[in-house]
């Protein structure tokens, strides 16, 4: 599993935020400073770590939202893609 925390930390660095020193991968919204500055909370991600390991992050100041999933959807079965895609749909930031 630190593997797949440490590529959604590359994943939000490659966006031009500053990831979070800590990612929790449960399922819930999470705050954090994009920019570095204590200050700042405006950052927010949100990774679920069962079945296919996928989540989005973002920046609200900046007006980002990404989306991350561990497998592309090519390499996954059309089961995993209709799963994925729903988890997708239900998630409301």
């Known amino acids: 599993m630190t593997d797949l925390v440490e590529r ?9 935020l500053t990831p979070p020193s ?3 991968g449960d399922g819930k919204l999470h705050r954090f400073s994009s920019s570095g500055k204590s200050s700042d909370d ?3 991600y949100v ?5 296919i390991p ?4 973002g920046c609200w100041r900046k007006g980002i939202t990404q ?3 561990s497998k592309s959807t090519t390499e996954m079965t059309q089961a995993e893609r209709d ?5 997708s749909s239900d998630t409301k930031i």
Do not use: K, M, P, T
């Open 8 to 16: 959604f930390r590359v994943a939000i660095l490659a966006s031009g």
């Open 22 to 24: 800590e990612i929790h």
């Open 42 to 44: 405006s950052g927010w």
């Open 47 to 51: 990774l679920h770590l069962d079945g």
């Open 54 to 57: 996928a989540g989005s992050f």
């Open 67 to 69: 989306q991350w999933c």
């Open 83 to 87: 799963a994925h895609r729903h988890l």
